[in-house]
């Protein structure tokens, strides 16, 4: 019997079982119970054999920053195949029908993904938006450069969920600045403190929460954990501050841990720490991917962000999985918003939607790609300008995979 892509019918047990099968059981039932809580059962898109479930990709509905604005875009979640169905191209039905689903909806130009394996999503049209820096960095290599105003700031150590309300509206403020960010609500806000609640041997202590006050008002906060070991360690979850004495005060509490002999975090990669650190190798910073972007609807994604200077673009588009994106698309617009269009003028480059995906929330810039021989130039000077239009001053980062 021939596979069948639709709606998924079923229910969450039934959904446990195919992803602990699919990704080898990583979960605990805590962290189960947590992912239950934000599933958007009505977004599942499933395949099934003969009635048997055999993959699955799920959809979460975020409200993303992205350059100059927020949009509604599809987090792609969930995704699994039953080991004895692989590579027989059920992946691909899947992503096909979600992201044809996303398009006809019409409420969602992009969707996003957090990947399991780098590999795996280019193919269908995503494109690297983020990267994050992991650092480790020994307590003996803590010192910082000497920053204004952070002994005026009070770290404080409290209960996470009694914290929890106001934490999250100082995050939630924080992420409309900062690309990448998708808005936390209630659920979410669960989400994020709820594995791991109680101690777990393999994952070290609950999770902890420090604020920042000044004068008594919240400026930052830090969820963390401990975990004693040989070389135990402080693993920070999230920090955000409103600036930067906050943040400097919150991580020198984090960088100097009793007992333990180093900090864990993964961090953005333009997050001040990087600079403050009196010993720049000390952290050991690793690159690694984060956000994955797919421009769904190329005129309506690219007329939802703004620009960093005014522009005026002919884009001639490939698109070898959505063939509604291929054509040319012009872009006008600039710091006060944008338009992007169908166009019959020449085309000034040719970019593959991987590339825009990849450079949609400002992260790398268009010229590198060009380097890298994967965007066309047929105006003098166009890929230059287009590269600038499209940068951004803060990198995009996301602080909650998905
Ligand atoms: C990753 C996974 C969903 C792929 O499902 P699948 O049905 O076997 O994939 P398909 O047969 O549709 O493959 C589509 C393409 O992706 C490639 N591909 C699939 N999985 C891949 C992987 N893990 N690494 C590299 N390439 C991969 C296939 O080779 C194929 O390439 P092609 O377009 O050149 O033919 C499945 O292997 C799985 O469930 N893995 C464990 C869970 C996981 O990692 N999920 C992803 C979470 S982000």
Redesign the pocket.
Known sequence: MAIEIGQFKGGWDELVELLDL???APWTETQLEAERRVWEADRSTVATDDGQLV?HTGTFSFRMTVPGAQVPVGGVT??????T???????????RAQLTEIHEAGTEPLAA?????A???G?FGYGLAADYQAIVVPKVSRALRSVAGIDDVRIRYVDVREALAGCAALRNRLAEERPGMFQHDDRWNEHIISDNVTSDPANGSKRRCVLAERDGELTGFAHYRTKRAEKGYVQVDRVHAVDIASHAALWRYLLEPDLLSETRSEIASDDPLLDLLLDPRAPSPITRDGLWVRTVDVGRALAARTYARDIDVVLDVTDGFLPWNVGKWQLSGGPDGATCEPTTREADLTVDVRELGAVYLGRPSLARLGRAGLVEEHTAGALAATSQAFSTSRLPFLDTGF
């Open positions: 699919a990704f080898a993959g969930m995704v699994g195949v039953r080991p169905h692989r590579r027989r191209g059920i992946l691909r039905d899947l992503m993904l957090t990947a399991s394996e590999v795996i999503y193919r």
